[in-house]
């Protein structure tokens, strides 16, 4: 991903009672967005949480969805028409409520 | 980057009194950690926060670094032997204690 792009990390927080339902995400959520933001949306790429930085510790985030736009001006335009539809799918595979974080690729 | 590598995200949480400098640490800290680290790290990136999900929300990170290595093994290998050097040189640009997060990258 260039430097310059806008970065939206969508993180999915562990924890007791937490439940994450990587195949719908992956199958069903991820294609969804895809097609609801289109030619805006750059590239999207998805992690699944293994660990944390302690021998043996519970990953911070179960997940961590990516998705890169040229800028905040196009993600804004891109996501908020469709943020009530892309939410309303979140019941479908997550009880997490997630953290979200919009940044400027750097390096 | 390749479905199946491993990821190793460190995040710098935003707060009261916390700091970071991005340019001690894309000119000095990433470089220093890629010659430690050699070949096996095969990528690095770096994003700086801009805002959360809620607009004019501040940012839950103000740094995200990712390292991608081919396994698990190979950045345990890898970091194992230079973690000390790695954190001895965080208080040159953070008072920040890092949140660290392993992957495995899905999409």
New interface residues.
Partial sequence: ?KVGM??V?V?YPTGEGKTFN?DYY?NNH?PLVEELLGDALKA??????????APGST???AA?GNMYFDS?KEFGKAFGPNTEKIMADLPNFTNIE??????????
Avoid: H
């Fill in positions: 991903m806008t970065k990390s993180l990587m992956l991820i999207a790429t998805v992690e699944k949480g293994l660990g944390g930085g990953a911070p985030y961590m905040v997630p953290v979200v974080q919009i940044s400027e690729v750097v390096a």
